[in-house]
């Protein structure tokens, strides 16, 4: 299983875009702007909390300024750090809470397969927007969690705590039971599908 962590002086490169994370693979399609506002289609080949790589036919100078849209994870914006062959890094620009935001979003697409909830599970992926909640269970103890990947059927909330498989929760308003652990914490199935109102408070 994969999860951010601090990269170790010795993988760190010499180059001046000394990344604090290590780089995960993503390869999810988007669109950027340059600075002039022309458009063109890129495509996330890997990515950190701090820094990611775009294969992309625009040629943008180093220190420019890039907004790009990625699928699964939103509006992206940061500085042209290098030119490579094939496209460019970007550093990222975000605020400590969009950053966490995005550690969550980028652990859940490094570790999909491994937590068993693959691309062609029945609901859609939600981006939720208020991912800090608490997980309750039947016996009343109440657990801080927060809210890595969110569907009409599911969720996955990173979590210290492992209910057993089977146990029941209730995830804000909605009911359900764990179906399995990883690393970061549970994945819950909800008791019925969602309707998208009831998931209003997360979104």
Not at 163 to 183: C, D, E, K, W
């Amino acid at each position: 299983m994969y999860s951010f962590q601090q990269a170790s002086p010795a993988d760190r490169r010499p180059h001046p875009e000394q990344r604090n994370f290590q780089r995960v693979s993503v390869n999810l399609p988007g669109r950027l702007m340059l600075p002039n506002h022309e458009e063109y289609d890129c495509v996330a080949l890997s990515m950190s909390p701090g820094d990611v790589f775009f294969a992309c036919h625009a040629r943008p100078r180093a220190g420019e300024r890039i907004i790009a849209y990625v699928d699964h994870l939103g509006r992206i914006e940061g500085i042209v750090e290098r030119l490579t062959e094939d496209g460019f890094v970007i550093t990222v620009n975000a605020t400590d809470r969009k950053r966490e935001k995005l550690a969550a979003q980028l652990t859940w697409i490094a570790n999909k397969h491994e937590l068993g909830l693959p691309e062609d599970r029945q609901h859609d992926r939600l981006t939720p927007r208020n991912t800090r909640t608490e997980l309750a269970l039947d016996d009343g103890r109440h657990y801080p969690c927060r809210i890595i990947d969110l569907s009409l059927s599911g969720a996955a909330v990173d979590i210290e705590v492992r209910p057993a498989v089977g146990t029941p929760v209730q995830l804000g308003n909605m009911r359900g039971r764990v179906v399995r652990h990883f690393q970061e914490g549970v994945a819950i199935e909800f008791s019925s599908v969602q309707p998208k109102e009831a998931l209003t408070e997360f979104l």
